[in-house]
T-cell receptor, first 113, second 111 residues
Framework: DVKVTQSSRYLVKRTGEKVFLECVQD?????MFWYRQDPGLGLRLIYF???????EKGDIPEGYSVSREKKERFSLILESASTNQTSMYLC????????????FGEGSRLTVL | QKEVEQNSGPLSVPEGAIASLNCTYS??????FFWYRQYSGKSPELIMS????GDKEDGRFTAQLNKASQYVSLLIRDSQPSDSATYLC???????????FGAGTTVTVRA
């Protein structure tokens, strides 16, 4: 059974804190993605990685960074959390083709106070 | 202009009726299209993939692509309460690894 696991389902952080969101997949997928989902705005791509140590900015990368040191793990980092980063964060992975299905994790709901 | 647009709904249909969802996309060169379903509090899951070689049917679901008009539709026949969810349209606009998602259409099937 394929699985994408996000480390935290719910987090509450304070403005200015550094936040790490971890994502692990067990499907040996090359591509991994971080999206945020907000009401009325749908899924917006923050960053993606097409291979180990490779990363590319998505549509809304400002305020975020990522790390992919191992194939199975893709981390999203908020260097200094702000209230407008309160959101649902979804990690996804897929095989390295343009037709592959995205497999999503359960999501991490982050609240920044 | 957003790359992928959907009516947010909510779309309310009686049980047994047909639910019709539409999605328009801006990049005429897009080659692959997807419908994801997201239940409340859950993550999206793929239900249909459509490529520019015809319509696709899977059980009660039919996906149609109109490249000339740049829209994709999803029909849910014999709608069931279990179909109540948000349906996300996704498009691969540059034939690369990234998908662009619409905001989703929320469907409620009334028993």
């Amino acid at each position: 059974d394929v699985k994408v696991t996000q480390s935290s389902r719910y987090l509450v952080k304070r403005t200015g804190e550094k936040v790490f969101l971890e994502c692990v997949q067990d499907m040996d997928h090359e591509n991994m993605f971080w999206y945020r989902q907000d009401p009325g705005l749908g899924l917006r791509l923050i960053y993606f990685s097409y291979d180990v140590k490779m990363k590319e900015k998505g549509d809304i990368p400002e305020g975020y960074s990522v790390s992919r040191e191992k194939k199975e793990r893709f981390s999203l980092i908020l260097e200094s959390a702000s209230t407008n980063q309160t959101s649902m964060y979804l990690c996804a992975s897929k095989v390295a083709t343009n037709t592959g299905e995205l497999f999503f994790g359960e999501g991490s709901r982050l609240t920044v106070l | 202009q957003k790359e992928v647009e959907q009516n947010s709904g909510p779309l309310s249909v009686p049980e047994g009726a047909i639910a019709s969802l539409n999605c328009t996309y801006s990049d005429r060169g897009s080659q692959s299209f997807f419908w994801y379903r997201q239940y409340s509090g859950k993550s999206p899951e793929l239900i249909m993939s459509i490529y520019p070689n015809g319509d696709k049917e899977d059980g009660r679901f039919t996906a149609q692509l109109n490249k000339a008009s740049q829209y994709v539709s999803l029909l849910i026949r014999d709608s069931q309460p279990s179909d109540s969810a948000t349906y996300l349209c996704a498009v691969n606009p540059r034939d690369d690894y990234k998908l662009s998602f619409g905001a989703g259409t929320t469907v409620t099937v009334r028993a």
